[in-house]
């Protein structure tokens, strides 16, 4: 990684530009917006967090106040946000109501403390669920706005193509074609559009639209990816043809980890051998039924492997009360503990795929993921359940990273029997190929994040060589 410079309020010299980072709801959104803050701290920046509260999840709550007492170089702006409405037809995803609650209590309570901040700030890097009502009053206090996109450069894409797509009405979209064609990329198969996509009176599609609308408007937009990985795709978003007014993308990933306190995993995988182990995990909010978790459960014990669980029965932390021995059973937890473990709390997963005995990730292929996996050559299985992971997982087995069983379905569009699951972990676990593809992945994310010549690297210095020269 670049120089360590460390900037601090007391050595603040005039040159090294304050930048503010505003994250979004869920540990999807907070995880990407921390690492991109660490990175900028670690660049000579001057770094703000705003931090949001309160939050949805604990471990959103647990891992803000962690991330300050290891950064403590890193200032902490508190955002008191107005009460999040109830749920409604059109919005009852706690993490969605949250977005809501966020992008309304912009508008009034956080440009004062934007105002006020001192020295004043060179830039914002926001997330994508706030564009709408941040680029007004950023552009009234004439500070820059980039903003960190938590998906793919394809999926990306498709959010900044939307509004496009929904108001060519005719053909309606999705019912005239089994593609959805945008400039510039390979047409999207209508399965792997997001279904809330073809309904925009929901809240998750009018709020996508929205705020798709004010991407144009950005100085810029940094992507969790990296050049090799999605070369086309960028190529097309740089070159104006998925859309002619959008800002620079830049490509800043994977992300560097940030410190983290060592996960109680560790040492059970310190006794496995070497790429042995699955890794089974469907990120922070994702639920699956309690049918599935059983037949999940009955598949990993038929693929033979040894594996790493993390299990989750609810989509927020804190309502996820159900006991392991209750929703597998005490006589499954017998006949697998010598050969796996089941988890129901955060891990700290990146450095889970960072240990020597993780072989394979089954996973919901949920885009932090992907990226963590490819930084440490994991192949993957994916598991696509909801919102862009389709998207993604065609891009990971474009990449020739892992692969995806089509015919599993949306989340809990079906039950996936035991007997399935554990054959496909069998054959991820033994494939040879995808092994070696992984570990070449594995080296060009590398080369990506590489001091100086990286195309990540690059990407990230180049802004903030931007910032300090409008200083
Ligand atoms: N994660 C983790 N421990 C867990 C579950 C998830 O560290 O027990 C992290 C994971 O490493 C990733 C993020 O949470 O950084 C999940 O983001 P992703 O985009 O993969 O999926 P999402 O949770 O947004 O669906
Ligand atoms: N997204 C969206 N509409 C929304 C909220 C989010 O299109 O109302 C975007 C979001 O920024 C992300 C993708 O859609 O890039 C997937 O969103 P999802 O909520 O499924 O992922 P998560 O928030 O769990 O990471
Ligand atoms: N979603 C998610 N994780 C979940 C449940 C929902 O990320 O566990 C997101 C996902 O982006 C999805 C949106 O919430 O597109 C709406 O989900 P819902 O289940 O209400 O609708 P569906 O996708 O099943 O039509």
């Known amino acids: 990684s670049a120089s360590p410079i460390v900037a601090n309020a007391d050595d603040f010299s005039g040159k090294s530009p304050h930048v503010a980072v ?9 995880t990407p917006a921390l690492r991109l803050a660490a990175m900028l701290s670690s660049r000579g920046c001057l770094v703000t967090l705003i931090a949001v509260k309160p939050t949805v999840s604990a471990a959103e709550s647990t891992t803000i106040s962690n991330f300050f007492s290891t950064y403590p170089h890193i200032n902490r702006l508190d955002f ?22 966020i992008s309304r209590s912009v508008v009034h309570l956080l440009k004062p403390l934007l105002l006020s901040s001192s020295p004043p700030l060179s830039a914002i890097f926001s997330d994508f669920t706030v564009s709408m009502t ?32 929904i108001n060519e009405n005719s053909p309606k979209f999705g019912e005239s074609d089994d593609y959805v064609h945008i400039p510039g990329l390979s047409p999207l198969p209508l399965s792997t559009i997001p279904p809330p996509f073809f309904n925009p009176t929901l809240f998750f599609t009018s709020f996508a639209i929205s705020n798709a609308l004010f991407l144009p408007k950005a100085k810029g937009i940094l992507v969790n990816t990296f050049e090799r990985f999605e070369p086309d795709t960028l190529a ?34 310190d006794d496995q051998s070497v790429i042995s182990v699955v890794y089974v995990c469907f990120g922070n ?9 059983r037949e999940l ?22 309502e996820d009360t159900e006991e392991i021995e209750d929703l597998l059973g005490d006589s499954f937890l017998e006949r697998i503990k010598n050969r796996g473990i089941v988890v129901k709390a955060w891990v700290n997963q990146e450095q889970i795929l960072a240990h020597p005995a993780i072989g394979g990730f089954v996973s919901h292929a949920g885009w932090n993921s992907v990226m963590e996996a490819a930084r440490y050559g994991v192949p993957l299985l ?6 862009d992971q389709r ?26 029997k035991g007997e399935e699951i554990g054959e496909k972990v069998k054959q991820l676990m033994s494939d040879e190929k995808l092994r070696n593809r992984a570990m070449e992945v594995e080296e060009e994310a590398r080369k990506a994040c590489q001091d100086a010549n990286g195309s990540s690297e690059k990407a990230l210095m180049g802004i903030i060589e931007t910032l300090r020269l409008a200083e």
């Open 382 to 387: 994916a598991w696509p359940l909801h919102g």
């Open 236 to 269: 097309a978003l740089n070159n104006g043809r998925v859309l002619s007014n959008l800002p620079p993308v830049h490509p800043i990933g994977p992300l560097e980890p940030y410190k983290l306190e060592k996960g109680e995993q560790l040492s059970w995988l």
């Open 80 to 101: 008191e946000i107005l009460p999040r409405k109830p749920p409604s037809s059109t919005n009852d995803d706690p993490f969605f109501i949250q977005f809501e609650a």
């Open 297 to 318: 459960g009955d598949g990993l014990e038929r693929s033979g492997c040894p594996f790493l669980w993390v299990l989750k029965s609810s989509k927020v932390d804190k």
């Open 285 to 293: 909010r994702t639920a699956m039924s309690k049918d599935q978790i």
């Open 391 to 416: 998207v993604i997982s065609e891009v990971v087995e474009n990449a020739g990273f892992g692969v995806w069983v089509r015919d599993w379905g949306w989340g809990g569009e079906r039950v996936v």
């Open 134 to 165: 941040l680029t007004p009053i950023l552009e009234e206090l004439c500070i820059p706005n980039y903003v960190l996109s938590i998906t793919c450069a394809r999926f990306l894409s498709l959010l900044a193509y939307l509004p496009h797509l």
């Open 22 to 30: 505003l994250p979004g709801a869920g540990m999807g959104h907070l």
